[in-house]
Structure formats: structure tokens, C-alpha cells
């Protein structure tokens, strides 16, 4: 393995436009501050930059919803997020931002370098625009019936109900969140940079120099490239953002994708003049936390645009997390589904370790995971409170008691206690191992492993028992036992720094280093220790449920908000309007369709002839029970095979606000075929 002289770590700019999640912090910023505090520890030159990315359409939807400016939004959020990191004991040495001038410089010189290199490719492609608004739309600002779902909120870049990714021209009936009017392609010219003239170079890169990454972002990263890259657009038609720097680009901005990952750069030059030397000396360690969302563009994009700058290090590692879900369900910042961090630190007072740790322990680091406030209860109560903060308690209590809390001098050792000693070398090697090969959930299970070796140490040797028959034999066990607890301090460090700084507090020491992690002499005979407290406090029952309720409050605040009826659509003309003939019908026959749950076949009676409509009412009625029910029908709908059956015509339906669909139905019985007017 190479050895580095120094190291940038770099975690995912978070979106300033809402506060930090659970989510966030397990995916990438736990994991990231673990490695930090690890890499300090071994006395290495390290820095960990971060910052608030403040461009892009969520930022200006969050402004149009509240009536502010996106400037308004990005500033009331960078404050938020920025103490909640600093409370949460997050170590970045600078959390910067997007909008500050440096950065601005920074990209603007960035897209320079590589447009006068001719690393762009210039494109003219059609672009929905509203006339009403006068504006190009972004994705986001684009809705429409999902032609895969039938989902008629679906965004111009992916719809949320089916998740199928989406482009704007492939949204049905396209209108303008804005104005409300239908969008029309309108040309715009756009940069691109070509990553099709990076794939085999990145085939290499990652497919055969890199093997060792998590198996989750070379596996998503190899299906990317096997697709065949395609050049991506560098700039749009947006207000909010970082001018295109070219004579022309008038109304365009940075792509948020180019922009955001030169905020690395940017939050580096402003932390130091020495800059250069992270990020153009191969003698740097560049590693990228980041979740799995963001795999693309930091193993693949951002990799290309470095390389074609020419003068920047590549990152040597992308460890990438997965998702963590709430109770079950997946979190969303729309719909409140979240525990937020700033309410965390503020409800759980002093308690930021016990979150840390759960987050650690429930990593989702090669698959989705779930976090729910019964597994942070166990975790606290069985495992922090029972083994490690029994432990801790234990050993210096008892310390207290016997020597007025001055260490004891280690007699002579028996077998138990050679092989718990050499332990402490065997854990913190295999802790050591885990960090460096970024398996945080390991790493903090063998950390843990320590204090079981301590809590099994002490039942079986029981001092409270042989104190006065054996006092020599006693002080033999307590200088064991206060090695176990010094070199905690150390493992543990890196994942509960606010419990490891009140337990050192307790053992009278400043500080200790990475390779104090081991030894058996960290606590030499005669060293006085203070009297402790607890490390950990039992969470009760009544706090768990008050955080569920607020979830349960959440969920019918969602499902109130979804029963608000959707916008109404755009017009349409008498004309086309009455090219649709609606008639009543009567059902004559039902049944299931075969190897489907939804799909009913439907005989209709129409008055004008008898014809089949293949329906997708099977959740919500009986074949037999409607029978001889009418109907309205669109006869004249195009016939098309659903199934392998022609179906020759569509069934009204009404959708409640429980999403049930229901018959629409004349209030009396009329003749079949009557016409709907």
C-alpha cells in the first residue's frame, strides 16, 4: 500500500436548501468524520473541507414557494446546517459555501481552462420555454403525466411515484409550474463536455486500477460505463447559479453538477495558501464520502473534468454509502419524513454520541438500511449504557473505592491475564484494518469488542469478591482493568469523541495518539484519576414514543396534504373537447384477466354494440358484484391490445383522496348508449 504525506477528504456539499437528516449523516458525514478523527489521531496532515452548495433548482423551487429570494433560502440554511455540523461534533476545518466570491472564481476559471483548451463541444438542442414567464424551464420546473405510471405530477426529470428517470420532451400534456401554460421547445445553445472521449481512460481508472473500491460504486460505476458514456451539458438557462464567463452566454449559468464538486477546490483555497499541494501533489490522498446518489458524478464526472483540466490529483478512494430509510420507510424532505438534526441536538441534549453510534452500527455501507427509534433505545440501553458505560464505571469506581483513585502496580500476571493483555494489540490492529479499508460498522463492532473483553475481565476475576483475602492479586486485576479503559479512549475516539473526552476528563489525561492503541502502560502506577460519572444515561420508554408520535403527526399531515385535489389542467378548446363522445353503458359481463392483480375484462353493453374494455379496477371491485351496473364510458376511444385483448374504449372512474377509484355512474337508469353532454 502507498504511503501519503498527506490527505483531503472531501464530503458531499449538502443542498442549502433544508436542514441536515439522519440520512445525510449516515450516509456521508459520520463515516467521513470517523476517518478524519482517525487520520489525526495517527498524526497525519489531513483536512476535511465541506460547505453548503447553494446553486441549483431546488434552491430557486424553495424560493418561489415562500415568497423569498434564493439568497434568502441558501443563507437561512448554511447557518442552520453549519452549527448543527459544529454541535454534532462534526470536524470539517472549513465548511464554505457556493455563493462566497472565491468560488466563483474558482469555476469561472475552471470552465476557462477547459474551454480554451476546446475541451467543450457546443450544441444547439430544443428547450421547453414558457412564453407567459418569459423563461427557459429547468426539469424541475416542468410537470406532466408520466408516461410510464400515469402519474399526472410527474417532473420533468424523473417521476417520484414509479421512480423512472424522465426527461422533459417525454412528459404527456407538459405545463409550466410557473404559469401553469404549456411549455414550447424553444433552440438554446448549451457547452458539453464530451465524456465519451474519457470512457476508455476511465475504464482503465476505475475497472482496472481501482478494484479495491466498495463493491456498491465499482458496481454502479462499471454499469455506467458499460452503457457507453454521453456528452453532458455544462451549462442552463437559469438565473440562479455562476455565469457561463464566455461572450454569448447571456441568461446561462454553470450546470449545479460542475459547479458544486469546484467547491471542494474553492473551500480549500480559502482555508489555505498552500492549496496546491492537496490537490496537484501525488503525494496527496484524495478520498470523496458521498452517498450513493452522487457515485456518478464523483467517480465519473468530476474524475474527467480533473483530467481534462490536467493539473489535479484524481481521487484514490470514493467509499460511498447507500440510503437509510426511517422506520420503513424511505426519508423525504417533502413530506417531513425525517429526523432532523438540529431538532435532535436540541430534544436529545448531550446525547450526540449515542446517534453517532447508532448510525455507525446501522451503516448503510453496501446496502439500504433502517433506522428506527426502538433500534436507538437498544443501542443506548444495551450496548452503551450495559457494556461499554458498565465497564468504564466499574474499573474507576472501584479505583476510587480501593486507592483513592491512584492507579495500583501490576503484580505478577496469570494466563487470563497475558491473554486479555495481548488483546488489547490483537483489537486495535483489527480496528485499524477496518478504518483503513473505510468498514466503519466492523471497525466500531471490534472497538466494542474491548469493552466486552473488559466487562467478561472483571466477572470473571471478581475483585469486589477477593479484595481482602487477596488485596496484591486485586491491584493486579485494577491495572488491567484501567489499561482496557485507557486504550478505549483511543479506539473509540473516532466514533464518540464527547464520551471519550469525558472519560479521559476521568482518567486525568490530556490526550493520547493512534499508537498508544495496545499498549499495556498508557496508565503508569501512582497516576491519580478522578472520580467519575455516567458515561451514558438509559433513554426511557416516554422519549421514544414521544418521537414516534411526532412521526405518526408527520404521516397524517401527508396524508391530509395529499387529499388537497390536483391543479386543474390547462384548457382545451370546444372544439376538441366535443370530438369526445362519452356515453352510458351497462357491464354484462367481468372477469379477471389471467396472470395480472389489476386488469379486469369487462363486457359492455354500449346500446350501439357489445365490446370489451380491459380495465385496471380489479383492487377496488368484484367481478360479480358489478354486473348489470352502468356506466359511462369514451366509445370512442382507439382501440389498442392490453394483455393480448383489443380493448375498444375507456371507463370513467372518480379518484378520491384516498386514492380508490370509483365508478362514475348515472344517477338514474337510461338508456344504453345515452349520450353525456
Not at 100 to 117: G, P, R
Not at 162 to 170: D, R
Not at 564 to 579: G, M, Q, R, W, Y
Not at 581 to 593: H, L, P, Q, S, Y
Request: aromatic share 10%; glycine share 6%.
Amino acid at each position: 500500500m502507498k504511503k501519503f504525506k498527506r490527505y483531503l477528504i472531501t464530503s458531499a456539499l449538502p443542498y442549502a436548501n433544508g436542514p441536515i437528516h439522519i440520512g445525510h449523516l449516515a450516509g456521508v458525514y459520520v463515516p467521513s468524520d470517523i476517518y478524519t478523527r482517525y487520520l489525526r489521531l495517527k498524526g497525519e496532515d489531513v483536512i476535511s473541507v465541506c460547505g453548503s452548495d447553494e446553486h441549483g433548482v431546488p434552491i430557486t423551487l424553495k424560493a418561489r414557494n415562500e415568497g423569498i429570494t434564493p439568497q434568502q433560502v441558501v443563507d437561512r440554511y448554511h447557518a442552520l446546517n453549519k452549527k448543527a455540523f459544529e454541535d454534532f461534533g462534526i470536524a470539517f476545518d472549513i465548511y464554505s459555501r457556493t455563493s462566497n466570491k472565491v468560488h466563483y472564481e474558482t469555476a469561472s476559471e475552471f470552465f476557462l481552462k477547459l474551454y480554451n483548451k476546446g475541451e467543450f463541444t457546443e450544441k444547439t438542442s430544443g428547450q421547453y420555454y414558457d412564453e407567459e414567464a418569459a423563461s427557459f424551464l429547468a426539469d424541475r420546473y416542468i410537470v406532466g403525466t408520466c408516461p410510464n405510471c400515469g402519474n399526472e405530477n410527474a417532473f420533468g426529470d424523473q417521476c417520484e411515484k414509479c421512480g423512472t428517470s424522465l426527461s422533459p420532451t417525454e412528459l404527456i400534456n407538459p405545463h409550466s409550474t410557473i404559469s401553469g401554460s404549456k411549455p414550447v421547445l424553444r433552440e438554446t445553445l448549451h457547452w458539453y463536455l464530451p465524456l465519451d472521449r474519457y470512457e476508455d481512460w476511465l475504464k482503465k481508472w476505475i475497472l482496472e486500477d481501482h478494484k479495491e473500491w466498495k463493491t456498491n460504486v465499482y458496481g454502479q460505476c462499471k454499469s455506467w460505463l458499460d452503457q457507453g458514456l454521453q456528452p453532458r451539458a455544462v451549462s442552463r438557462d437559469l438565473d440562479w447559479g455562476i455565469p457561463v464567463p464566455v461572450k454569448g452566454a447571456e441568461g446561462k449559468v454553470l450546470y449545479v453538477w460542475f459547479d458544486a464538486p469546484i467547491g471542494y477546490i474553492s473551500a480549500t483555497k480559502e482555508l489555505t495558501r498552500d492549496w496546491e499541494k492537496y490537490w496537484k501533489d501525488g503525494e496527496t490522498k484524495m478520498v470523496h464520502f458521498i452517498g450513493k446518489d452522487n457515485i456518478v458524478f464523483h467517480c465519473i464526472i468530476f474524475p474527467a473534468m480533473l483530467k481534462a483540466e490536467g493539473s489535479f490529483i484524481l481521487p484514490e478512494n470514493v467509499p460511498a454509502n447507500e440510503f437509510l430509510n426511517l422506520e420503513g420507510d424511505k426519508i423525504s424532505t417533502s413530506r417531513n419524513w425525517a429526523v432532523w438534526l438540529h431538532e435532535y441536538l436540541a430534544e436529545f441534549p448531550g446525547k450526540q454520541d449515542v446517534l453517532r453510534y447508532t448510525l455507525c452500527s446501522n451503516a448503510p455501507e453496501t446496502k439500504d438500511n433502517d433506522f428506527t427509534w426502538k433500534d436507538f433505545q437498544a443501542r443506548n440501553n444495551n450496548e452503551l449504557v450495559a457494556i461499554l458505560g458498565n465497564f468504564v464505571n466499574r474499573a474507576l469506581v472501584l479505583t476510587v473505592n480501593y486507592y483513592d483513585g491512584r492507579v495500583p502496580q501490576r503484580g505478577t500476571t496469570d494466563e487470563n491475564d497475558n491473554t486479555v493483555l495481548s488483546e488489547l494489540k490483537q483489537i486495535s490492529a483489527r480496528v485499524e484494518s477496518s478504518l483503513e479499508s473505510f468498514r466503519f460498522r466492523e471497525a466500531l463492532r471490534e472497538a466494542m469488542n474491548m469493552a466486552r473483553l473488559g466487562n467478561k475481565y472483571l466477572a470473571d476475576a471478581e475483585p469486589w469478591k477477593v479484595v481482602k483475602s487477596d488485596p496484591d492479586r486485586v491491584k493486579t486485576i485494577m491495572n488491567i482493568a484501567l489499561q482496557i479503559t485507557a486504550n478505549l479512549t483511543v479506539l473509540l475516539e473516532p466514533f464518540l469523541p464527547f464520551s471519550m473526552n469525558r472519560l479521559r476528563e476521568w482518567l486525568n489525561k490530556k490526550e493520547f495518539v493512534w499508537d498508544d492503541a495496545g499498549r499495556d502502560d498508557l496508565l503508569m502506577p501512582g497516576h491519580v484519576i478522578k472520580k467519575p460519572g455516567l458515561l451514558f444515561d438509559k433513554i426511557e420508554d416516554k422519549e421514544i414514543e414521544r418521537q414516534t408520535e411526532k412521526l405518526e403527526a408527520a404521516k397524517k399531515t401527508n396524508q391530509a396534504s395529499a387529499a388537497i385535489l390536483p391543479a386543474a389542467k390547462s384548457s382545451v378548446t370546444f372544439d376538441d373537447f366535443s370530438k369526445v363522445d362519452i356515453r352510458v353503458a351497462t357491464i354484462i359481463g367481468a372477469e379477471k384477466v389471467p396472470k395480472t392483480t389489476k386488469l379486469l375484462k369487462l363486457k359492455i353493453d354500449t346500446g350501439l354494440d357489445v365490446r370489451t374494455i380491459v380495465s385496471g379496477i380489479a383492487e377496488y371491485y368484484d367481478p360479480e358484484k358489478i354486473i348489470g351496473m352502468q356506466i359511462t364510458i369514451v366509445a370512442n376511444l382507439e382501440p389498442r391490445k392490453i394483455k393480448g385483448i383489443e380493448s375498444k374504449g375507456m371507463i370513467l372512474m372518480a379518484e378520491d383522496t384516498d386514492g380508490n377509484l370509483v365508478m362514475v355512474s348515472p344517477a338514474i337508469n337510461v338508456s344504453n348508449g345515452s349520450p353525456v353532454k
